[in-house]
Structure formats: C-alpha cells, structure tokens
C-alpha cells in the first residue's frame, strides 16, 4: 500500500507569518495554485487558501500589507508521511479538501494534492467516488 510519502511533493510553496497578502496573491498566481502553506521555521501555522485571501483579506478590508498570519487557516486537517493513499482519500473527502498539508512532528513535510492520489490509482472505488464528489463541488478556479 502505497503512503504519503511516496507521492506528496516535498518541494511546495510556502510563505512565512509575516509575508503580505498581496504576495501570496502573486506567488499563487505565478505558481497556479491556491493553497499555500504558513510555515515557521519549518513548523507549520497554518494555510492560506485563495479563499482565505478574499473573504478574510479583501473582503474584511485589509490591505495588501496583511500579513499571513492575519488570514491564515489554523487547525487544518493533516496527515503524517505515514498515512496511506487510501486513508488520506479517506480523510480528504470526509473534510471536503482538495489538498492536504503532510507533517512530520510538526513540521511540514510536503503536500498531496487530489490529484496526486488519482494518479498513485491504488484506491478503492470508494475513495474514488469520494474524490470525484469533491472534484464536482469545487469552482474551476482549482485546476
């Protein structure tokens, strides 16, 4: 059984608690992604999704200047190196994420996409079932 670690990529975008909103914005952009994880020293804080960015930047009015840490995402759900493809399908579509931050004693470790886990094609048609559902509720903004 394949895990986490296997399949995450190590090499994610990350932004520090006190960078600005607006350049997460950009670096979202740039990258094409809209999640990006808040990382201390490699501990994890939390997440600032593009989400986050409108509804608790722009739209609570802050300026570009906010940093990370006034937006961020904290207690999001995570899963070890360890975890199985077909528990973080599991877990993903019970929480309804597309992306899940992987941490190793509290430090982050990599990230898996949704995708990530439909290409490992190693899970049962209940995790399948659970991933095209969420693939189906999210805007198109995530491709």
């Not at 409108?54 to 899963?79: C, D, F, L, W």
Request: aromatic share 2%; with cysteine; hydrophobic share 40%.
């Amino acid at each position: 059984m394949k895990t986490l670690r296997e399949i995450m990529t190590t090499n994610c975008e990350t932004v520090s608690p006190e960078d600005d909103i607006y350049q997460i914005a950009i670096k979202m952009e740039k990258n094409n992604i809209g999640f990006i994880p808040v990382v201390d020293n490699k501990k994890l804080l939390g997440v600032v999704t593009d989400r986050d960015l409108v509804v608790r930047g722009y739209a609570a009015k802050r300026p570009g200047s906010a940093p990370a840490r006034e937006v961020m995402t904290q207690n999001i759900v995570t899963a070890s190196p360890d975890t199985t493809v077909d528990e973080a399908a599991e877990l993903m579509s019970k929480e309804m994420i597309r992306r899940l931050a992987v941490v190793d004693q509290g430090e982050l470790a990599g990230v898996v996409a949704i995708g990530d886990l439909a290409t490992s094609g190693q899970f049962d048609s209940i995790a399948a079932e659970a991933l095209s559902e969420i693939s189906q509720h999210t805007d198109v903004m995530h491709h």
